[in-house]
């Protein structure tokens, strides 16, 4: 897969996938959802990884690696799917736009990366204060809705701290090898998962909607979507990684009001706007002070 063709399935995957969750756990439960879409995806990338002949790896270093890639699998997927219960795909979406903020607090100290700029903790608090206004308006205390938003956080938290592990490992190895391994690691977390919290299998409950919905991630979310996510994360750099959740929340937003009839109103509209303007000060705020600074040298030259 091309990076340019692997960075715009991430995107449209990752556009859709928040509704797909959504629409997958209406009729089944989410431990469950969850479960089959990852053991459709798992079957399907053993048999393309034996029909292709890709090495797949077990040595120490390949199960770090996937290791450390299960933790946002597992993490980023369960979280999503309770959250999915209390929270609209839309809000899921922007939510894990923050997923870049939280990586650069974890790579300073997992990486000890330089420290956070002066500019960037600016963003922090904007994107901070239109989330504060988008949850303000979208869940209620009585109904639970605070779960939803402990959940996704705890989903934006694991999926972070794994793609920041996961650039502490060096290793040469197929994406679709990683996605496997990883899948293969977090498969038997899913169903020890389903077995605690649920555990029952109401089939007659099932509906084609949900069915449709987790046999989608299970191909294109899971499979297709990490394997591009992990040809991404390999060939480019991680400001351009990052623009995906600068675009993703917008489309899902979209998705969410005109497919499941989600409600944005001026709250959301103003908190979205917030965060997308803290995330693009996050990651091109720099510039602007790197431009206003050749820009006051280029004068002083001419004086």
């Known amino acids: 897969m091309s ?33 089959l879409r990852m053991v459709i995806a798992v079957i399907l990338g053993i048999l393309v990884v034996k029909a292709r002949r890709i090495d797949l790896p077990w040595h120490r270093k390949a199960l770090t690696l996937y290791t450390y890639s299960a933790i946002g ?49 600016l963003s ?39 793609g920041v592990l996961v650039k502490s490992v060096t290793l040469a190895i197929h994406p679709l090898a990683t996605t496997v391994g990883a899948l293969s690691i977090a498969t038997p977390m899913f169903l020890i998962t389903w077995l ?22 299970g191909v294109f979310g899971s499979l297709i979507g ?28 979209t998705l969410g009001a005109i497919l499941n009839d989600e409600t944005i109103n001026d709250k959301l509209i103003l908190g979205a706007f917030l965060v997308l303007l803290g995330l693009s000060l996050y990651h091109f705020g720099h510039r602007l002070s790197v431009i206003k600074t050749n820009a006051t040298k280029a004068k002083l030259n001419v004086k």
Do not use: H
């Not at 903020?101 to 330089?114: D, N, Q, R």
């Open 73 to 121: 699998i597992f993490g980023g997927m369960m979280f999503s799917y309770l959250a999915a219960t209390y929270l609209s795909s839309g809000i899921i979406s922007l939510v894990f736009g923050f997923s870049p903020i939280i990586s650069a607090v974890l790579a300073k100290y997992i990486l000890t990366e330089p420290k956070i700029s002066l500019m960037r903790k």
């Open 124 to 162: 922090m608090v904007i994107s901070i204060i239109g989330l504060a206004i988008v949850c303000s308006d979208n869940f209620n205390l009585a109904d639970n809705g605070i779960y939803g938003v402990v959940f996704i956080l705890c989903a934006v938290f694991f999926f972070s701290l794994s």
């Open 226 to 253: 990490f394997y591009a996510y992990f040809t991404v994360l390999q060939k480019l750099s991680a400001s351009n990684v990052t623009l995906i959740t600068l675009i993703t929340p917008i489309i899902a937003l």
């Open 196 to 217: 605690i919290l649920d555990g029952t299998l109401p089939i007659e409950q099932w509906q084609a909607k949900s069915l449709w919905a987790t046999l989608y991630l």
């Open 3 to 35: 990076v340019s063709i692997a960075y715009l399935a991430v995107l449209l995957i990752w556009s859709t996938t928040p509704l797909g969750i959504v629409w997958s756990s209406e009729s089944i439960s989410p431990s469950f959802a969850v479960l």
